[in-house]
């Protein structure tokens, strides 16, 4: 009995020295241990013995179980190690790799541009609004006091989804949107994408970008209007920067204005910039017109506001110089990495 049990662990230890994977120790495991495992099947045969025999064979066997037990379960453990180990080392990251010299990349000129007027503003107070670009024509035209024959609602100039829905060609109706939903004080600026159906040219693309600006409160005047766009206009283009106010018609503003800041490159002399005039024209504003506060259910005779509008693009193109609108679109990286 001795002399076989001696064999069996032998057996085992060649056995588990030559298995290299997990499954063939649990192979080995089952066969020495399961239950018709060769060890099992020994112990079995102790009740066929001599009780005087029995009591010894019990605990060699016991022994040996045991034994071959531990020595399998310690070459499992470190199988299952080595397995970690080697998983770790293949799956390994090097993440020592100098990417100092790779380009992450930066903003598009336009956000560049919107970021900038964006922090002027809310340093004024104000909040950002945003609305849809698919929008109502009522809301679009008709609660702008724009009316039906108004050249702006032609299907040349517009694109129209149906007779009612549109893509908006202003930001001016979240002018409405908020004043519908929001009493007074307001005060807001409106970034977001229009649509005209124009033709792609230098200066023209039937999608580009405004910046709203909408103030309505008691006792708002044309002087805080004023005031507002020349705080603006020395803050992005610099101290000595002037305003001018050109009268002008806009439907939902009542006095208008084109409003030109003095040129930022040559100071008003005349230069390639300013095309020789000494001022850029940047935005349209004006008094929000009555009929406006009127078809948003706010009383003109308590309050009032003023409004501006200006194009990002032409802003964007006028501060960096780009001569054709197209390159805002295009991705090109050569164009874009300059910014
Ligand atoms: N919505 C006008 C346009 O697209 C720009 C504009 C002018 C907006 C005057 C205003 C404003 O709020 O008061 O041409």
Redesign the pocket.
């Known amino acids: 009995m001795n002399d076989k049990l001696k064999q069996i662990k032998e057996l085992v230890e060649l056995e588990l020295n030559a298995s290299v994977k997990v499954e063939d120790i649990e192979n080995i495991k089952v066969k020495y241990l399961g239950k018709k495992g060769e060890i099992t099947t020994i112990l079995k045969t102790l009740g066929q013995m001599a009780p005087e025999d029995r009591k010894e064979a019990g605990s060699l066997i016991n022994n040996l179980r045991q034994e071959v037990e531990s020595i399998i379960e310690y070459k499992l453990k470190i199988l299952k190690d080595s397995e970690i180990d080697k998983k770790i080392t293949s799956e390994k990251i090097d993440i020592s790799i100098d990417k100092s010299n790779e380009k992450i990349g930066n903003k598009h000129p336009l956000t560049v541009v919107l970021d900038d007027i964006k922090e002027i503003f809310i340093g004024m107070g104000y909040s950002i609004a945003e609305g849809p670009e698919v929008e109502y024509s009522k809301l679009n035209f008709d609660a702008l006091n724009t009316p039906k024959d108004h050249p702006a609602r032609d299907l040349q100039d517009t694109f129209y989804i149906t007779e009612d829905i549109i893509l908006r060609?202003?930001?001016?109706p979240v002018?409405a949107r908020t004043m519908l939903i929001q009493e007074p004080p307001i005060k807001i600026i409106v970034p977001g994408r229009?649509y005209r159906s124009d033709n792609v040219d230098a200066t023209h693309s039937p999608m580009f970008h405004?910046v709203?600006?909408?103030v309505v409160d008691k006792n708002i005047t044309m002087s805080d209007l004023k005031g507002t766009l020349e705080t603006f206009a020395k803050t992005y283009f610099g101290e000595n920067t002037k305003i001018r106010l050109r009268p002008h018609h806009?439907p939902?503003?009542e006095p208008?204005a084109e409003v030109d800041v003095s040129c930022f490159v040559c100071a008003g002399i005349g230069c390639k910039v300013c095309k020789g005039e000494g001022w850029i024209e940047i935005?349209?504003?004006?008094m929000v017109h009555p009929n406006v506060l009127a078809a948003a259910g706010i009383d003109s005779k308590i309050y009032s506001g003023f409004?501006?509008?200006m194009g990002l693009e032409r802003i964007a193109m006028t501060k960096f110089d780009i001569n054709d609108m197209r390159y805002l679109y295009e991705n090109d990286v050569r164009f874009l990495k300059q910014f």
Request: glycine letters at 20%; proline letters at 0%.
């Open positions: 060609t202003q930001t001016s002018q229009v405004q709203e600006g909408l806009f939902f503003t208008s935005l349209g504003a004006g409004a501006f509008g």
